[in-house]
């Protein structure tokens, strides 16, 4: 099977290895067609533990990613002591060999890691996890200070189609006033957001200021990213990070 995977680009150590997948490249039919590695969403559970057993096979991750049971919250877990699919929407770790993963068809997924390598961490975050703080929640996990740490935005629904309601600007207008600037107006008195301004912001506000990435938009690509606004059924993108062993 042929992948289509995005490398982060962004100055970590070698030590730190991190990707995205996309829709192409697995086996699952339909509307999860083909790379789908959630198993929550629908498809076959056949096709979904070849589709991951392939992932894990072609980027030859050093264990079964930690895969978790996400709730739009702000629960982080410490992924080498998780268990079996915690309810949290980040994860990290400072153990190499120990994989975190989030699953995202819209949302934004974050990734961190620290400029010597010693920890990483995933976070999915879509609107409502990034007004409530997972951001913050995983940055304060980290066992290092912000200003050590680079992040990474990886795909998510881009600011020219992602029409949210007043509520949602109100979310995060009674935290920041500055979050102005990651809203336009939309239709009948709707508001365009764009989650990867918000989310540069808020790890701003907590002393990330190393962020790259960020710029596609799941709902305008349909050819290479799943979106649940879109096509409601479908399947999701995974995004790992890793420490590699010494």
């Known amino acids: 099977?042929?992948?289509d995977w995005l490398l982060p680009d962004w100055p970590v150590p070698p030590a730190v290895r991190a990707v995205t997948t996309t829709r192409h490249g697995g086996v699952s039919h339909g509307p999860w067609a083909s790379m789908n590695p959630a198993d929550?969403?629908?498809d076959a559970a056949a096709a979904v533990a070849t589709n991951r057993a392939w992932l894990r096979s072609a980027l030859v991750l050093p264990a079964e990613p930690v895969w978790l049971s996400?709730?739009?919250?702000?629960?982080?877990v410490d992924a080498a002591r998780a268990g079996d699919r915690p309810a949290a929407d980040a994860a990290w770790t400072a153990q190499p060999g120990v994989v975190c993963v989030v699953l995202t068809a819209d949302c934004l997924p974050v990734l961190l890691a620290d400029r010597a390598g010693c920890c990483v961490a995933a976070a999915h975050a879509g609107w409502r996890g990034l007004a409530a703080g997972?951001?913050?929640a995983t940055v304060a996990q980290l066992p290092v200070p912000p200003r050590e740490l680079l992040a990474w935005l990886g795909p998510a629904i881009g600011p020219a189609a992602f029409e949210v309601g007043v509520e949602v600007r109100a979310a995060f207008m009674g935290q920041d006033a500055q979050a102005a600037g990651a809203f336009t107006p939309g239709t009948d008195g709707r508001?365009?957001?764009d989650l990867y301004r918000?989310?540069?912001q808020r790890l701003a506000a907590c002393g990330v200021t190393a962020v790259y990435g960020g710029g596609w938009c799941t709902f305008r690509d349909s050819g290479r990213f799943y979106s649940y606004r879109r096509?409601?059924?479908t399947g999701r993108m995974a995004t790992l990070v890793w420490l590699a062993g010494q």
């Open 198 to 200: 918000l989310g540069r």
């Open 191 to 193: 508001w365009f957001a």
């Open 40 to 42: 929550h969403v629908g």
């Open 1 to 3: 099977m042929m992948h």
């Open 231 to 233: 096509d409601g059924i």
């Open 70 to 76: 996400q709730v739009h919250g702000v629960g982080v």
């Open 134 to 136: 997972v951001l913050e």
